[in-house]
T-cell receptor, first 111, second 116 residues
Framework: GENVEQHPSTLSVQEGDSAVIKCTYS??????FPWYKQELGKRPQLIIDIRSNVGEKKDQRIAVTLNKTAKHFSLHITETQPEDSAVYFC??????????FGTGTRLLVSP | GAVVSQHPSRVICKSGTSVKIECRSL??????MFWYRQFPKKSLMLMAT?????????EQGVEKDKFLINHASLTLSTLTVTSAHPEDSSFYIC????????????FGPGTRLTVL
């Protein structure tokens, strides 16, 4: 089955810096890769996603890149703000509509 | 659009009792819903896939007799934790996929279960 690894587990940046979180997956059949942001005690919120027929997608300060050959994808946040502080999870599809999540990255943006 | 609700938001129960958690899709019909479990500072672990009108598909290691799932309508799936024990204490989150067939999952707000 699918296995998703995520790094780093924690990431501390200064406000205004960029943050990059990386994930690798094992199943070459995976074709959908969402990123979720989760604040403490809250539901995961979809922030961006990418499908396997696209190499890069951007939405304002957030971008995701996908390298199907290497089976890895990354989340890029530019001009970070304190409200970006949260836990971020990557995920990849495993079978029909099932998602396998990475272990999460705790992002802390200091003012 | 694509709003998922969950009830209750938190529940405290005594060991040995059963607890039912409801997951509803409010503005769309969800043929497939998913149940996850999340321990503190951990990732989301899929427990089972719930399909309307059919039996749920459980992930390896999840006891189907302990975690009963019913998906009786296109907008409601329920998870019943039977004979709950302290080790069942966790954050349970449901999600629903949109019927247009995309892979996007929309999550409920979660239920914090504490078993005393």
């Amino acid at each position: 089955g699918e296995n998703v690894e995520q790094h780093p587990s924690t990431l501390s940046v200064q406000e205004g810096d960029s943050a990059v979180i990386k994930c690798t997956y094992s199943d070459s059949a995976s074709n959908y890769f969402p990123w979720y942001k989760q604040e403490l005690g809250k539901r995961p919120q979809l922030i961006i996603d990418i499908r396997s027929n696209v190499g890069e997608k951007k939405d304002q300060r957030i971008a995701v890149t996908l390298n199907k050959t290497a089976k890895h994808f990354s989340l890029h946040i530019t001009e970070t703000q304190p409200e970006d502080s949260a836990v971020y999870f990557c995920a990849a599809t495993s079978g029909f509509q099932k998602l396998v999540f990475g272990t999460g990255t705790r992002l802390l943006v200091s003012p | 659009g694509a709003v998922v609700s969950q009830h209750p938001s938190r529940v405290i129960c005594k060991s040995g009792t059963s607890v039912k958690i409801e997951c509803r899709s409010l503005d769309f019909q969800a043929t497939t819903m998913f149940w996850y479990r999340q321990f503190p500072k951990k990732s989301l672990m899929l427990m089972a896939t719930s399909n309307e009108g059919s039996k749920a598909t459980y992930e390896q290691g999840v006891e189907k007799d302990k975690f009963l799932i019913n998906h009786a309508s296109l907008t409601l799936s329920t998870l019943t934790v039977t004979s709950a024990h302290p080790e069942d204490s966790s954050f349970y989150i449901c999600s629903a996929s949109h019927p247009l067939g995309t892979d996007t999952q929309y999550f409920g707000p979660g239920t914090r279960l504490t078993v005393l």
